[in-house]
């Protein structure tokens, strides 16, 4: 356990001296995001009706709902594309040979590199939260600190399974996979990111509420927008943690099983 | 140690034909028909160089593939300081340093030292450990200025030069190289042969099992010369006695009476 933990920070580490050579995209993060939040607070003044208020929870403001949808929908975009990216580069760069040739196992490893990505989205968040408050009056101050971590990770590890499955196809087609990308759109659209589940079709609602994004971000808002403790969301935070328990596990199943065909078949570093 | 560095026995390996169309899809299930390697068998003996020579699709890297873990194979046992590759590969890995003789497999904007710190972590190596050994190997491969400098910035005989270094960081008992010297110059190679003969081979009395295009390399460094051809394992003997089987004066000419193989195919392959 403590040698698993270390080799994660060692990839974690990597990472941060990799990033460390770039200066330039943490100044761009920060003016993107300032333009990102603008963008959502002036179009929800555009977009504001009573109609609208009645569908969002009491109290909520359009801007503050779909600014929290989108940025935490970045969360998905990460657990999806880091593994796939991580095992792409180690593959285009020469480096997985070596690697897998040390004591480190490869779900380690990939693991490892998915945490930067995380670590990242969430910088981006607090930008996009901290522009948010300091301009727009994104209401942060309502917020429960410790409900919104404990989503976050909650919301993480659910969503690293279906990364991990993703980058087991990946390893066994070589292409990236196409329900990756199925996955991110029907998660835009029945998620809940802009606009509640609740207007959805009904048929549109039973998909929604198969979907881990959808407990996401009904808990984040909860905690961000609400103040919520952990017994109110507790009914989204325990369905993110089912998923957690069913997909991750699976997931590194599939992922040691592709990795064993690779080897059977000697295209572990095939393109 | 056990009586031998490696044990290879009876080592059978096929790939599955690559599929094209919509059967590429099935390509990770497809039946493996294609033999790279025919039931081979061979010891290296602790402390011993041996060379693998044949022809591209011989079966050289298919073999030290499977013995760095990195394939299973189909039948048969390979074994590595006493251990099974497919069955316990981390403790095979412990054992084993692997160089697969390219350029890459190096974070490009990490400095030499730190990709090597990397590295030899993920190898248990740690501290004042770690750091003696990367300045002792760094200093014997004169590496000591350039490992300060970001990958992306050194020469590709350098960069092999900093691989090699690399697989021998944990002090591994079993050395594995692929074409060590494919992308090194005249120069650069015959110092790398010679740190090879001297520190790695005598001082250290690591075990060497080497693939090769160049002849002169293999008679410098090899105690003995594996000769693989289709898969097989055609004959594994000193240099001198091959030649003297064959009734060659040279290794190439021997290599050739052996597989049957004119004496050019080796030369096309070589490096100049």
Do not use: C
Not at chain 2, 162 to 191: C, Q
Not at chain 2, 204 to 233: K, M, P, W, Y
Request: charged fraction near 15%; aromatic fraction near 10%; glycine fraction near 8%.
């Amino acid at each position: 356990m403590m040698r698993t933990l270390r080799d994660l920070l060692l990839f974690f580490q990597r990472d941060v001296r990799i990033a460390s050579t770039y200066r330039s995209p943490f100044v761009l993060e920060l003016v993107e995001a300032l333009f990102g939040a603008a963008m959502f607070y002036y179009v929800a003044r555009f977009v504001d009706s009573p109609e609208l208020r009645n569908a969002l929870p009491q109290g909520t403001t359009y801007f503050a709902y779909a600014l929290v949808g989108f940025i935490f929908f970045d969360y998905l975009h990460a657990a999806l594309d880091s593994f796939d990216h991580t095992l792409e580069e180690a593959r285009d760069t020469g480096t997985l040979e070596p690697l897998l040739v040390t004591q480190v196992s490869l779900p380690v490893a990939l693991i490892g590199s998915s945490i930067y990505p995380f670590v990242l989205t969430t910088l981006r968040v607090a930008i996009y939260l901290g522009w948010g408050f300091i301009l727009f009056g994104f209401p942060l101050r309502s917020a429960n600190w410790l409900s919104v971590v404990i989503v976050l990770v909650a919301t993480m590890l659910s969503f690293s399974g279906l990364g991990i499955f993703s980058s087991a196809f990946l390893l066994l087609f070589k292409r990236g996979n196409p329900s990756k990308w199925f996955f991110l759109g029907i998660s835009s659209v029945v998620g809940g990111m802009l606009f509640p589940v609740g207007i959805l079709p009904s048929w549109l609602q039973i998909i929604a509420h198969l979907n881990p994004v959808t407990y996401a971000l009904d808990a984040m808002r909860g905690a961000l927008l609400d103040g919520a403790g952990l017994r109110a969301i507790g009914y989204s935070l325990l369905v993110l943690v089912l998923f957690t328990i069913l997909l991750l596990p699976t997931s590194i199943l599939a992922f040691s099983w592709a990795l064993k065909r690779t080897k059977i078949n000697g295209t572990l570093s095939h393109r | 140690m056990p009586d031998s560095a490696i044990t290879i026995d009876r080592l059978e390996k096929s790939f599955p034909r690559a599929q094209s169309g919509w059967r590429a899809l099935l390509q990770p299930f497809a039946s493996p028909t294609m033999q790279a390697l025919r039931g081979i068998s061979f010891d290296v003996r602790p402390g011993e160089a041996v060379a693998l020579l044949g022809t591209n699709g011989a079966g050289k890297s298919t073999l030290l593939r499977i013995l760095s873990t990195l394939l299973l194979p189909t039948r048969g046992r390979a074994v590595v300081a006493g251990h099974d590759s497919a069955r316990e590969p981390a403790a095979v890995r412990r054992h084993l340093g692997y160089h697969a003789g390219s350029d890459l497999g190096f974070y490009a904007r990490l400095t030499g030292e730190e990709n090597l710190r990397f590295f030899g972590q993920l190898n248990d190596l740690s501290g004042s450990y770690l750091s003696s050994r990367i300045a002792t190997l760094s200093a014997q491969f004169e590496l000591r200025g350039a490992i300060e400098n970001q990958v992306r910035t050194l020469s590709s005989g350098t960069v092999q030069r900093l691989s090699l270094l690399r697989a021998l960081l944990h002090e591994p008992k079993v050395l594995l190289l692929d074409e060590p010297t494919r992308s090194l110059d005249a120069l650069a190679a015959a110092d790398f042969r010679r740190f090879l003969k001297t520190e790695v081979l005598q001082r250290q009395g690591t075990s060497l099992l080497f693939a090769s295009h160049t002849l002169s390399e293999i008679e410098f460094l090899a105690d003995r010369v594996a000769i693989l051809n289709e898969g097989n394992l055609v004959a594994i003997e000193t240099s001198a006695a091959l030649k003297s089987r064959s009734g060659a004066t040279t290794l190439e000419d021997a290599f050739s009476r052996l597989t049957g193989h004119s004496p050019h195919s080796l030369q096309e392959l070589a490096p100049s």
